[in-house]
């Protein structure tokens, strides 16, 4: 696609449920990143994808957190039992290589009531 | 522990104005240096990449530079428009694919 393409754009949901967020790289970009955003705060790596492949989770905040890649594009991220503290803008990005010429999503606002 | 500090959080100019937003960092073992501008409800757009063994990069009006030994980088912004209001962040490479952010600094400029 032209973009990297976030859904849902906003998602408001309760304290406990789980949630999936996506994110459609630009087609051809191997390197896939998730960061957060909090209020006020800088961005804070999630976990890096090269093709499928995950190499360094150790941003994920706990093991409520996971993330898939399928088929060198989609990315699915998944927070389970869903916590306050969770809420939060998820922002996706590609790139052709890694750190170089990143491309960010419109991001996922987060909201846990 | 990388920390990427940026000074000031928040900046009022009148258009036209050349200014400076400044980022400082304590590793100077980096990667590379980057500057994105992110505007409300829309994603980071990348501005300008700073390799570790680079000292500049320039794209139009904008300059940016580094200075590994003292841990700073500044974002140089020539002739501002209002089309220039963002929020502009610095992000460090602490490796080949992790990103240190900064807070950002939030620039208005006024027509």
């Known amino acids: 696609g032209a973009g990297v393409s976030q859904s849902p754009s906003n998602k408001v949901t309760e304290k406990g449920k789980d949630v999936e967020l996506r994110c459609d790289p630009i087609?051809?970009?191997?390197?896939l990143y998730w960061y957060r955003q909090s209020l006020g705060q800088g961005l804070e790596f999630l976990i890096y994808?090269?093709?499928?492949?995950?190499?360094?989770k150790s941003g994920l905040p706990s093991d409520r957190f996971s993330a898939e890649r399928t088929g060198g594009s989609v990315s699915t991220l998944t927070i389970q039992r869903t916590q306050q503290e969770d809420s939060a803008v998820y922002l996706c990005a590609s790139s052709t290589t890694a750190n170089y010429g990143y491309t960010f999503g419109s991001g996922t606002r987060l909201t846990v009531v | 522990k990388q920390e990427v500090t940026q000074i000031p959080a928040a900046l009022s100019v009148p258009e036209g104005e050349n200014l400076v937003l400044n980022c400082s960092f304590t590793?100077?073992?980096?990667?590379?240096l980057q500057w994105f501008r992110q505007d409300p409800g829309k994603g980071l757009t990348s501005l300008l990449l700073i390799q570790s063994s680079q000292r500049e990069q320039t794209s139009g009006r904008l300059n940016a530079s580094l200075d590994k030994s003292s841990g700073r980088s500044t974002l140089y912004i020539a002739a501002s428009q209002p089309g220039d209001s963002a929020t502009y962040l610095c992000?460090?490479?602490?490796?080949?694919?992790?990103?240190?952010w900064g807070a950002g600094t939030k620039l208005i400029i006024k027509p």
């Open positions: 992000a460090v490479g602490r490796s080949n694919y992790q990103l240190i």
């Open positions: 590793d100077s073992a980096i990667y590379n």
């Open positions: 087609s051809g970009h191997t390197a």
């Open positions: 994808f090269q093709g499928n492949s995950a190499p360094d």
